[in-house]
C-alpha cells in the first residue's frame, strides 16, 4: 500500500532562517506531488506541484522553492524565512491527472515563526 | 477569478440527523468534485470523487450531488454521529491543480 512521510511535525524557526521541509511516497511510481499552505481562515493554498523529477511548476510566487530530486522525494526550501510563512504544510500525492484524481495528503508540518 | 464558497464556516447538528453542506463556484467549469474530511491539526482525507456529469454519487452514508446548471455541490451525511464531526472541504478541479474551499467544521451533538 502506499504511504506517505512528512517531517518534521512541528517546526519553530526564527525570521531570516533557512527552511528545508521534506516528504517522501512509498508504494507507487511517478505520482504527481503537491505542497500546499494552510493558513487560518484562508483554506488551502497550492504552492507548488510536480508531475516527475526535476519538474516544477509554481503557483504562488514567494520566497519559497520546490526540488523533486527522486520520483519518491518532494522538498520545500526557503533561503530566509519571513514572518509570512507561518502556517501548516502539506503534502499530497496522486496518480493519474493533476485535478481529476482523488489526493492523499501527509499530516502536515506546522511552521511557526518568530 | 475562480471562486469557492462552502456555505458556512461552521454547522451544529444534532446525532441521528443528516448533515447537508454546500459548496458553490463561481467563474469555474470544473469536470471533477471532491469531496475531503479534515480533523484538527491532520491532513485532509479523501471522501467522495463525482464527474460532471454525474449527478449523484454514495459512499455507505455519504452522499454528493453535482449540478453544473446551479454551480452547486451537496454533500449529504445521514444518520450522523459525533464521530463526523470535522471540518469538510470541497474541491474542483479537472485537467488543472484542484482548488479548495475553505471548508465547513460540521459539529454533531449527541
Not at chain 1, 519571513?82 to 501548516?88: P, V
Not at chain 2, 454519487?57 to 464521530?83: C, G, M, N, W, Y
Amino acid at each position: 500500500s502506499q504511504t506517505i512521510h512528512q517531517w518534521p511535525a512541528t517546526l519553530v524557526q526564527p525570521v531570516g532562517s533557512p527552511l528545508s521541509l521534506e516528504c517522501t511516497v512509498e508504494g507507487t511510481s511517478n505520482p504527481n506531488l503537491y505542497w500546499y499552505r494552510q493558513a487560518a481562515g484562508r483554506g488551502l493554498q497550492l504552492l507548488f506541484y510536480s508531475v516527475g523529477i526535476g519538474q516544477i511548476s509554481s503557483e504562488v510566487p514567494q520566497n519559497l522553492s520546490a526540488s523533486r530530486p527522486q520520483d519518491w522525494q518532494f522538498i520545500l526550501s526557503s533561503k530566509k524565512l519571513l514572518l509570512s510563512d507561518s502556517g501548516f504544510y502539506l503534502c499530497a500525492w496522486s496518480v493519474g491527472g493533476l485535478g481529476n484524481q482523488p489526493q492523499h495528503f501527509g499530516d502536515g508540518t506546522r511552521l511557526s515563526i518568530l | 477569478s475562480q471562486k469557492i464558497e462552502q456555505n458556512s464556516e461552521a454547522l451544529n447538528i444534532q446525532e441521528g440527523k443528516t448533515a447537508t453542506l454546500t459548496c458553490n463556484y463561481t467563474n469555474y467549469s470544473p469536470a471533477y468534485l471532491q469531496w475531503y474530511r479534515q480533523d484538527p491539526g491532520r491532513g485532509p482525507v479523501f471522501l467522495l470523487l463525482i464527474r460532471e456529469n454525474e449527478k449523484e454519487k454514495r459512499k455507505e452514508r455519504l452522499k454528493v450531488t453535482f449540478d453544473t446548471t446551479l454551480k452547486q455541490s451537496l454533500f449529504h451525511i445521514t444518520a450522523s454521529q459525533p464521530a463526523d464531526s470535522a471540518t469538510y472541504l470541497c474541491a474542483l478541479g479537472g485537467n488543472t491543480p484542484l482548488v479548495f474551499g475553505k471548508g465547513t467544521r460540521l459539529s454533531v451533538i449527541a
